[in-house]
């Protein structure tokens, strides 16, 4: 990535190497949302998460069920985009929740231990069949439907997510456990 995309992607470090300031997009997957019958609480308690995390939510997008209709919205919104993609519903048993395999068409690599960790915060994660990966320069991760799901979903990657982008895109911030493994030597 080069230097005139990092800057328009608008990083910004602090004097100890966190990065601050990643931008976010969020995508709520719902037919009832689109046809106008539920409200979408995911996606606003998505964003105001994202954003009490540091985060700039520069893009926040509604799109039907569909493996196609995912996929298409999926590869716009990540398009020339440095950071992170949240999508919120379709990760279930209906016939019509199919935002894995859209996202799965989309994705150039895959990041099973995102997934894996957001399945267990509940007993009802182990129903999800939500995937995470990259796409470019972007980090997409699917997310439950129900507002209390995605949330307990975000939180419990959350401290993973500053460092899985800066290494997505090349920036040489501190490693987690840095400080940890140094003090056992």
């Not at 719902?30 to 105001?48: F, K, N, P, W």
Request: aromatic content about 4%; hydrophobic content about 40%; charged content about 25%.
């Amino acid at each position: 990535m080069g230097i005139t995309r990092r800057l328009l992607a608008r990083w910004s470090f602090c004097a100890r190497g966190v990065v601050l300031g990643f931008q976010a997009k969020v995508l709520t997957v719902s037919d009832g949302v689109i046809a106008g019958t539920r409200i979408d609480s995911s996606g606003a308690s998505l964003r105001e998460r994202l954003e009490a995390l540091g985060y700039e939510v520069v893009e926040q997008r509604v799109v039907a069920d569909g493996k196609e209709n995912v996929s298409e919205v999926l590869l716009e919104m990540s398009n020339g985009f440095a950071g992170l993609i949240v999508t919120t519903g379709g990760t279930g048993f209906s016939k019509r929740d199919e935002t894995p395999e859209g996202t799965l068409a989309v994705l150039e690599r895959l990041a099973p231990g995102v997934s894996e960790a957001m399945r267990l915060v509940s007993p009802l994660g182990r129903l999800s069949r939500g995937v995470a990966g990259v796409r470019g320069d972007t980090l997409i991760i699917n997310l439950p439907g129900s507002p209390k799901g995605a949330i307990e979903s975000i939180a419990a990657v959350e401290d993973i997510l500053d460092h899985a982008l800066s290494l997505l895109l090349d920036y040489h911030s501190k490693h987690p456990n840095s400080d940890a493994s140094q003090a056992s030597r």
